[in-house]
């Protein structure tokens, strides 16, 4: 069964970071390209960093460019996404997907699938 389950997300001090981890089951996720996505009730989710599944080339975006880290760890079949000197906008709900297409700079958000369930990101003092 494909699976993707998001970890990491908790209550975090403005200027602090995370380690999120989406964890695939079910499948390899070389062979696919994963992003990390965010929504805040109310919003559009928005994509924050993807990794193409080939040759691994990354895209940030700019509210998370400088401060972000995506990587991907292919013996734990795990994506993970750090984010440094966290702001309050960066709170909310974190999900990753997958997508076929590379490279994932050039995918839409209708191109990922598998979503898993999601991790809360809250950043408040």
């Known amino acids: 069964q494909v699976q993707l389950v998001e970890s990491g997300g908790g209550l975090v001090q403005p200027g602090g970071s995370l380690r999120l981890s989406c964890a695939a089951s079910?499948?390899?996720?070389?062979?696919?390209?994963i992003g990390w996505f965010r929504q805040v009730p109310g919003k559009e989710r928005e994509e924050v960093s993807c990794i193409s599944k080939s040759d691994g080339t990354t895209y940030y975006a700019d509210s998370v460019k400088g401060r972000s880290t995506i990587s991907r760890d292919t013996p734990k079949n795990t994506v993970y996404l750090q984010i440094l000197n966290l702001k309050s906008d960066d709170t909310a709900v974190y999900y990753c997907?997958?997508?076929?297409?590379?490279?994932?700079?050039?995918?839409?958000?209708?191109?990922?699938?598998?979503w898993g369930q999601g991790t809360q990101v809250t950043v408040s003092s």
């Open positions: 079910g499948f390899n996720l070389t062979w696919w390209s």
């Open positions: 997907a997958r997508a076929f297409g590379q490279p994932c700079s050039g995918l839409l958000e209708r191109d990922f699938g598998s």
